[in-house]
């Protein structure tokens, strides 16, 4: 009987496992959630490999997580949106080649019955304080993400300092699963464009705040410094990171998502400086 | 309720249609968990056998850490086997993080317990003058535990099925060294997982429902043998 059970196993195990790529040929790619959840590598992964043959491993984290990564020399290519944090992780020597790829927007988001009042206000800095002298309920991504430090960002700004206060939760989640808790405590919170709307068909959450310069969402490709770490795939991160300011990357990324949302979720910058952005 | 029955609708289109991505997860998570089943058997009954017909000082500490590592918790473990193959920890030069294999070492760590815990006390439950009579009738040790295993195969299959069920179902560990990578490292939970966070609820049940209809599948044939062996 048993050895009927381990022949049964023997069987399905003869099915190989998928070949294991040679670490040549791997890279191994850090970056953000927000680029996972909203399909965009889905795309562009399968359409770099095929034209260099190289195996992209794609783990999905924080940004912050991203650059410890990177830091640790756990990934050789980044493509985080944290611009702050990443001046200095290249300042530091871990990465170089810092290049920016493209850009959307952050949105203030929040249940439609808005209770601190803070729809079509411009000023993102003026709907924080609104949201902190209503005490109305916020929820912060909290996990060192390109978006909570934008968060932590525009808090600062306001002199504001929420950590310990009752209305303001973290969820320590990804930014979709923040959407949905959002969602349904009816609170406000900070997302960037591209998840909102790859999302927005499960949400009651509408725009409240948009258009601010401070809300811009700027995405950059970072290698990690193979000076530094030399036994990081230094010509495979060299490789991504050329491919995504490409010519032909970039008009998939401007045209990524208009097919299904009516607009696109990114728009793409390569060769830009990032002081011009949203001017 | 809705998105629970178009999930459901979902999951038969899938199964139907033998789509090709779905029908790959679906292997994987089979050949990732089987393989960390049998060698988490071949560990845990060994050593639970092993602890359960032997005496020495501190037995009874060794079965308290053992029953406590039933309840391992995945993420832990995943954390742990994450810094122990990271490229500049100590088994880098490996170069195994982020593969299925990973996983099944992640995998095997959590099963291995659960099945020595259960091994041990199905052994142990055995009558105690069983082991004399065996000897007595001229079998070496050998062949004595060899016997005693047989004996208890009925709990020792209840145990498979608790190993293999905790860890066909485990997200933490396996997202965590494995990395979800699409086509390579994407086993049902960790899939459930990014479907959930992208807001497709419905793609998100019908994996959760391929993965009940797969853990139930292998069930019933471990039920069926364990319950045919009853009736003899």
Sequence with gaps: MIKRLICFWGILLLFSFPVSTGAQKSILLATTTSTQDSGLLDILIPTFENKTGYFVKTIAVGSGQAMAMGQKREADVLLVHSPEAEKKFVAMGYGINRRLVMHN?????????????????????????????????????????????????????????????????????????????????????????????????????????EGDAILLNIYHVIEVNPARWPKVNAAGARAFADFMVSKETQEIIRTFGVDKFGSPLFFPDAGKKEEELGK | ??????????????????????????????????????????????????????????????????????????????????????????????????????????????????VMGISLAAIQALPKNLRLQILTLGATRFQMVWILIKEARLPLLAGVMAGFGGIISEVGASIMVGGNIKGYSRVLTTATVMETSRGNFDMAIALGIILLLLAYLINLVLTQIQQRERLR
């Design chain 1, 105 to 209: 927007d952050f949105i203030l988001l929040g249940p439609l019955e808005d209770p601190a009042k803070i729809r079509g206000l411009r000023a993102a800095r003026e709907a924080f304080k609104k949201i902190a002298s209503t005490d109305a309920l916020f929820l912060s991504r909290g996990d060192n993400s390109g978006t909570h430090f934008k968060e932590k960002t525009l808090w600062r700004a306001c002199g504001l300092n929420p950590e310990n206060e009752k209305w303001y939760q973290q969820t320590g989640l990804g930014m979709g699963q923040t959407l949905n808790v959002a969602s349904e405590k009816k609170s406000y919170t900070l997302a960037d464009r591209g998840t909102y709307l790859a999302l927005k068909k499960n949400l009651s959450l509408s725009i409240l705040t």
């Design chain 2, 1 to 114: 309720m809705d998105l629970i029955f178009e999930g459901i609708i979902k999951a038969f289109y899938l199964l139907i249609m033998l789509d090709s991505e779905v029908l790959g997860i679906t292997l994987l998570s089979l050949q990732v968990s089987g393989t960390a089943t049998l060698i988490s058997l071949f560990i845990g009954i060994s050593i639970g056998t092993l602890v359960a017909l032997t005496e020495f000082p501190g037995r009874r500490f060794v079965v308290s850490l053992i029953n406590t590592g039933m309840g391992l918790p995945p993420v832990v473990v995943g954390l742990l086997v994450t810094i122990f193959l990271w490229r500049n920890g100590p088994f880098g030069f490996l170069g195994i993080l982020y593969t299925p294999l990973a996983m099944i070492i992640a995998q095997a760590i959590i099963a291995t317990p659960i």
